[in-house]
């Protein structure tokens, strides 16, 4: 039987932070990981001369992250180099009313420049009042203090930018950024949630990679744990969160017994309270609205391997005026009133970080299109190959290159994350779902009732968009741990 402080159930980018800050704090720590690497649904794997993720990842936003907090905090920065691409590093395919493709470069950092300017008004059809239009929605937005953003938790997001009165076009093109950043329909969004990451975005750019891979920052925070005197296993499944005399005593291992004073769970709330510890451990109130609670959207598409550079760019969101969703366009898809063209967000690890394939000049993608968090959805093969016939078009040399070409779904998301607890669920692409009623004030908190039981990652304790949210929650937990343990040495202070 082993002691330790504290123990974290899973080394996605919640739980790797979490259990970084704890051990830099003087805690002895415990990470406990069931696949093989660190770094969840975004962790990078190596195969055949190629390390890719196995889901897409690039970091929003780019520069002033809480990725940056993390690795400054922990000392770890030169173990852990970030890249930003500099140049026309995004590339927008986007489909007119008209039925013609348009192409638009641009920085992964905005500029406002004359240039960038006039290949939007000549990609979307717009003109010079349009422009205007959209500067005062992302005016407003870098305008308002938190205290006014916080107190729009219950304020959907396209209600909120439809008082901007945005030509089709280019609330398509916000829309567009919304889902692939949230996973979730626009018109459920927080308005919060969407001002905090537009305003991240505008003011640090998109498109951080971690050279290495995007999972790399995950692994070295691992190798933390254990250089700080701490335990960091990986294909271990955690069979049950231990409760003696109302509070968390430790986990069980199959027949091995780590005790702990806490534990800190980034295995998902439904898995961690229904499954690992147990409903009976809980208010049965609790363990309504835990079952209750809605996951994101799950995302299937496919990784390439390509023998020469394909795609023209390290991003690339193709889309129409239809492709956005809101939940009543998301029902109709689930129905198979599909769009012309589906959402696609394409990013391309290789053009971040050449290092990533041994064969210089080979490209390793990422193609995904959006689709249900049920792992048994019989939604995947028709999105994979809606996904696939607007690709053929827009590259038809793809397929004279593909080396390695592997799909994948909800299926595959559960596989690398969190397990099947609620039906419906597992394969979400974030964690619960970032909507009203389940954000800011309402979002769960990190304190569970049973106490020394704590939640972190996309399903508590943070905001933000996908990773960024995860290591912002793994601040905030660390943070509340010491507290609670009576430790003084709070890793930094915490976001309001």
Known sequence: MDDYDVCVIGAGFGGASVAALLAHAGLKVALLEKTARAGGKTQTTERKGYRFEMFGAVGIPAYNSRFHELVDTLGIAERCPFVVPEGDAASIRYLNGDGQWRVCYNPLIATGSEKEMADMKATFGVSDDD???????????????????????????????????????????????L??????????????????????????????????????????????????????????????????????????LGDRTIRTRAVISNAGIQPTVLQLAGAAHFPEDYVARVTALEPSWAICGFRYVLDKRVFDAALIPVFSDESWLDEARYQGMLRGEWPNVPLIAIDVPSEFDPGLSDIEGHQLANCQVFMPADTGSELVDEALARCEAVIDELWPELKDHIIRKEPYGAKQISSMSRDVAVPGAGGEAVGIAQVVGQCGKSKPDARTPLAGLYIVGCDAGGRGAGTHQAVDSGFNVAAMVCEDLGVSAVPREVRA
Request: charge should be negative.
């Open 179 to 252: 889902n692939t950043l949230f996973v979730v329909a626009v018109d459920r969004l927080p308005a919060s949630e969407m001002i905090y990451a537009l305003r991240d975005q505008v003011l640090g750019g998109a498109g951080r990679y971690h050279i290495g891979g995007y999972g790399h920052v995950a692994e070295v925070c691992a190798e933390y744990v254990v250089e700080q005197g701490g335990l960091y296993l990986t294909k271990t499944r955690v069979q049950e969160i231990l409760v003696e005399d109302g509070r968390v005593a430790g986990v069980r």
């Open 131 to 177: 422009l205007g239009a959209l500067a005062a929605f992302y005016g407003a937005i870098l305008s308002l203090q938190d205290e006014e953003i916080d107190a729009l938790d219950d304020t959907g997001a396209y209600a909120w930018m439809s008082q901007f009165n945005l030509p089709a076009p280019l609330e398509s093109q916000v829309c567009m950024n």
